[in-house]
C-alpha cells in the first residue's frame, strides 16, 4: 500500500512538473500572442513560433494554430468525499510543551463547527500520570486513526476512512447506534442526543449551503455523531484548521506527512525533524490504531501548569453564553 | 392419561379467566405508557433518556442483551433436551417455544429502541458493512426468529388438526381457523414421516444458531477496547449466561401457566425437580465463567481494569453486583442443591431470582465499563459521570418486558400449551413397549 502510493507519488510529480513547466511557458507565450490569434484566426499567418511539447523538446508551429487550452485548475479539488484528497496524509502534532490551557482552540472549534451539545470536540485535558509526576495540559482532536475502531464497527459506513487520511461522519447516513462511540479509546465522539439549536439551521437556505461530511457541524444532525474532522472544508482552501491558528502559543501542527511538513500558523516545520529532536509519540500507541495526532512530551516549559487553571472547567467545554 | 378426550378437553384454549382479563389489561396499560414514552423519544430524541456521550448505552441494551439471553431456551429446553433423547421434556417444550419466540421477536423491537435514527433503519441491508457486529447481529436476529418461529409451529400443526376436530361442534368459527392452520394434516404415515424429518432438522438448526446469537451478542461489546468487555471469555460468558436466564424464565412461565390452567396432573413436581437439576447445572457454568470474569483478573488487571473491578466489588456498582452474584446467582444455586429447592413453589421463588438478577447482570455487564474510558471524563456536566435509567427508558423497557409477557400470555391462550399429539404418541409408545415413563 505505502509503496505503491510511494509510486503513485513519484509518477505524479514527475508528470506534475512536467506539465508545470509546459503550462508556464505555454502560457507565456499565449499572452503574447492572443491579440494575434483573435485577429487572424482561420488563415495561416505565416507567422512561426517556437513551443516546448510535455517531453522537453522544442517544435516550430504556425502561430495562428496556437490555442488557448483550458486547464483543469481544480484537479486537485475535485474528488470523491468518501476517497478524499489524492496524495495526501494530514496529520497534527501537538506540542504540550507550549500549551497553557488558553483553550482559544476549543473555543474557535465551538464557535466553527456551531457546537451546540454539552461536549466539545476538542478536549484540553487535566493530565498527570501518577502522583509523583507533573500534571500537563493535554489538548484532543479525533486521532483520525489509520486503524480506526471506529471505521470497523460501524454498520453502515456512515463513519468511513479517507486516503488523506481522515475520518469522517456522512450525518445523513448514520443511525445513531453508537457502536463507535463505544469502539473509540479516545472518547473522541459526541452524540447529538437532541435537536442541535444551531443559529443557522434557520437560514440554512439563505446561505445555499449543500451538506458536505468535510465540514462537521454543518449541520449537526439529531441522532447522530459528531467529532472532530480536521477541518478538510478549511484545508480546501489552503488555510489551517481551526484549532490551530486560534491557538496564541502556536501548539498545535498541521500539515502533510508526504511532503514532511508541518505549520502552527507561525513556522513551517519538518515533520520528521519536529518528532525526531523532540521525542514525538502518539496516544495510546499500544492498542494500534495508529493516529494521525502526535504529541511532543510537557518538557522544558515555558509556563507554569498552575497558570492554566485559571482557565479550567471541569464540567463544562462548550460556552452557551455565546 | 388413558382417556385422550379428557386431555384434549383440559389442554384445548379456553376463554381467559377473569384473572387472565386483568392481567392482559394490566399489560396494555403499559404497553401503551410505553408506547407513549416511545414517541415521546422519537420526537425529542434520546435527550430524554439518560445515556449521555459517556454512558452511551444503557437499559436498552442491557435489557436488548437479556431477551437475546432469554430466547435461548428453545435451543436448550427444546432442542437439546430433544437430541439427547430426556422425554420428560414433552409437557413443557411449547412453553419453551413460546419463551423463545417471545424473548426473540422483543429483542428485535429492543434494538431498534435504542438506535437513534429507527426511519434510517433499512441503511442496515442498504449500506451493510459485514466487518460490523452489528452487521452480524442484522443477520443473526432474523435468522433465529424464523427458525424460532418453525420450532414452535411445525409441532403444532398435527395439534392444530386435533383442535379443529375438538372445536367442530362447540366453536365452529375457531375450528375453522385451528383447520386453515394445521395445513390439511390427516397424521398419514408419509406425513408423519416429513413431519418428524423437519423437526429433527430445525432442532439441530436452532443450536448452533442459538450458539451464534449468543455469541454475537457477546462479540457486540468484545470487539471494543473497552475495559471489562476486552474480554476473549465473554462469548462463553454469555452462552452460560443465557443458559441461566432461559431455564430461569421457563420455571417461572411453566409455574404460573400451570396454576392458571390447571396442569397440575400434566406437569408434575417431577419435570420441576428435573427442571431444577438442570438450572443447577446451568447456573454452576454461569459461576465458573463468572470467575474467569472477574475473579481471575484481580491477578493481572492493568490500573484500568483495577479501578474498574474496584468499583464492581467495593465502590458505586457494589450492591447491584453483589445482589446479582449472590441472590440471583450462589443463593439459588444453593438452594436448588436441595431436593425441597425443587419443589414447585420453591423453585418458582428461585426462578423469580434468577430471572431478576440475570436482568441486572446485564446492566452492571453494560453500564459501569462505560464510565471508565481511557482518557478521563472532563469537559462535561456533572451528571454524565453518572448514569440511572430515566423514566422514559423505565416505561420503554418496562413496556417491552410487557409485550414480551403478553405476547407469551396471548401464545398461551390460543395454543394447546402441551403438545397433545406427542404426548399421545408417547402414551402410546409406552403402551406397545410395556416401558413406564421416565
Known amino acids: 500500500m505505502g509503496d505503491t502510493n510511494k509510486k503513485e507519488r513519484r509518477k505524479f510529480l514527475d508528470k506534475g512538473l512536467k506539465v508545470g513547466i509546459a503550462a508556464a511557458l505555454g502560457g507565456l507565450a499565449i499572452s503574447k500572442i492572443t491579440s494575434k490569434i483573435n485577429a487572424k484566426s482561420n488563415s495561416l499567418s505565416g507567422e512561426k513560433m517556437e513551443l516546448m511539447t510535455t517531453d522537453g523538446t522544442l517544435i516550430e508551429i504556425d502561430a495562428s494554430e496556437v490555442m488557448e487550452v483550458q486547464h483543469a485548475e481544480d484537479h486537485d479539488k475535485k474528488y470523491n468525499v468518501r476517497e478524499g484528497m489524492p496524495h495526501r496524509k494530514f496529520v497534527m502534532v501537538i506540542d504540550l510543551a507550549k500549551c497553557k490551557n488558553a483553550l482559544k482552540c476549543q473555543q474557535s472549534c465551538n464557535k466553527h463547527h456551531y457546537i451546540t451539545g454539552d461536549n466539545a470536540w476538542l478536549k484540553v485535558y487535566k493530565m498527570q500520570e501518577s502522583k509523583d509526576t507533573a500534571p500537563y495540559w493535554m489538548p484532543t482532536t479525533c486521532m483520525h486513526c489509520d486503524k480506526p475502531a471506529c471505521v470497523t464497527v460501524c454498520p453502515v459506513d456512515a463513519t468511513f476512512k479517507r486516503q488523506d487520511g481522515l475520518v469522517l461522519i456522512d450525518n445523513e447516513r448514520c443511525i445513531g447506534c453508537r457502536f463507535c462511540m463505544a469502539a473509540c479509546p479516545y472518547s473522541t465522539r459526541v452524540f447529538n442526543w437532541s435537536e442541535p439549536d444551531q443559529e443557522f439551521t434557520l437560514d440554512m437556505d439563505m446561505i445555499n449551503h449543500q451538506y458536505s461530511p468535510e465540514h462537521g457541524g454543518m449541520p449537526s444532525v439529531k441522532g447522530t455523531v459528531d467529532k472532530c474532522d480536521f477541518c478538510p472544508h478549511q484545508v480546501k482552501n489552503n488555510e489551517l484548521p481551526h484549532c490551530v491558528t486560534a491557538c496564541p502559543n502556536g501548539v498545535i501542527y498541521f500539515g502533510d506527512k508526504y511532503e514532511d511538513t508541518v505549520n502552527n500558523g507561525e513556522e513551517t516545520v519538518r515533520l520528521s525533524k519536529l518528532l525526531e529532536e523532540k521525542s514525538g509519540y502518539r496516544l495510546m500507541e499500544g492498542l494500534g490504531t495508529e493516529p494521525s495526532v502526535y504529541y511532543l512530551p510537557p518538557v522544558d516549559r515555558l509556563v507554569d501548569f498552575e497558570d492554566g487553571l485559571e482557565e479550567f472547567t471541569e464540567f463544562k467545554s462548550v460556552d452557551k453564553s455565546e | ?438
Open chain 2, 1 to 438: 392419561m388413558v382417556n385422550y378426550d379428557v386431555f384434549i378437553k383440559d389442554i384445548a384454549p379456553r376463554k381467559f379467566s377473569i384473572r387472565g382479563k386483568t392481567w392482559v389489561f394490566f399489560l396494555a396499560i403499559i404497553i401503551v405508557a410505553g408506547i407513549i414514552a416511545y414517541i415521546d423519544q422519537l420526537i425529542q430524541g434520546q435527550v430524554v433518556t439518560n445515556m449521555r456521550d459517556y454512558v452511551l448505552w444503557g437499559i436498552y441494551i442491557s435489557n436488548f442483551v437479556f431477551f437475546v439471553a432469554t430466547s435461548f431456551v428453545g435451543s436448550v429446553a427444546v432442542a437439546i433436551l430433544r437430541l439427547t433423547k430426556n422425554p420428560w421434556r414433552t409437557p413443557f417444550v411449547r412453553i419453551a417455544e413460546i419463551i423463545t419466540v417471545a424473548s426473540i421477536v422483543m429483542a428485535g423491537i429492543t434494538i431498534i429502541i435504542d438506535m437513534a435514527r429507527p426511519d434510517r433503519l433499512l441503511n442496515l441491508f442498504v449500506h451493510a458493512r459485514l466487518q460490523s457486529p452489528i452487521t452480524w447481529d442484522v443477520i443473526i436476529i432474523p435468522t433465529y426468529m424464523a427458525i424460532s418461529l418453525l420450532l414452535l409451529y411445525f409441532p403444532l400443526i398435527p395439534d392444530f388438526a386435533l383442535l379443529k376436530k375438538h372445536f367442530e361442534k362447540t366453536k365452529p368459527k375457531w375450528s375453522k381457523w385451528y383447520g386453515k392452520l394445521s395445513l390439511k394434516w390427516t397424521g398419514s404415515k408419509i406425513q408423519k414421516e416429513v413431519h418428524a424429518k423437519s423437526i429433527a432438522i430445525i432442532c439441530i438448526m436452532i443450536i448452533p444458531v442459538g450458539i451464534l446469537l449468543q455469541t454475537v451478542d457477546a462479540w457486540l461489546f468484545s470487539t471494543t477496547y473497552r475495559v471489562g468487555w476486552d474480554s476473549t471469555n465473554f462469548a462463553p460468558y454469555f452462552i452460560s449466561g443465557a443458559f441461566v436466564s432461559g431455564i430461569g424464565s421457563l420455571i417461572a412461565v411453566i409455574y404460573v401457566v400451570r396454576r392458571a390452567k390447571k396442569l397440575e396432573h400434566y406437569i408434575t413436581d417431577f419435570h420441576f425437580d428435573k427442571l431444577g437439576k438442570l438450572l443447577v447445572l446451568a447456573c454452576l457454568i454461569y459461576i465458573y465463567f463468572n470467575i474467569n470474569e472477574y475473579a481471575m483478573p484481580l491477578f493481572n488487571s492493568k490500573k484500568a481494569d483495577s479501578e474498574h473491578l474496584q468499583t464492581l466489588f467495593t465502590g458505586a456498582y457494589s450492591f447491584p453486583f453483589w445482589i446479582v452474584t449472590i441472590g440471583g446467582l450462589v443463593l439459588p444455586t444453593i438452594l436448588m442443591l436441595f431436593k425441597k429447592g425443587r419443589k414447585p413453589l420453591p423453585i418458582f421463588i428461585v426462578s423469580i431470582l434468577v430471572v431478576i438478577g440475570a436482568w441486572w447482570k446485564r446492566y452492571i455487564i453494560v453500564t459501569p465499563t462505560l464510565m471508565h474510558p481511557f482518557l478521563p471524563i472532563q469537559g462535561v456536566p456533572e451528571s454524565w459521570h453518572n448514569y440511572f435509567p430515566s423514566l422514559h427508558e423505565w416505561v420503554i423497557t418496562s413496556a417491552t418486558l410487557a409485550m414480551a409477557l403478553l405476547i407469551i400470555t396471548l401464545l398461551v391462550r390460543y395454543l394447546p400449551i402441551i403438545p397433545i399429539q406427542r404426548t399421545m404418541d408417547e402414551q402410546e409408545l409406552n403402551k406397545t413397549e410395556n416401558k413406564t415413563a421416565l
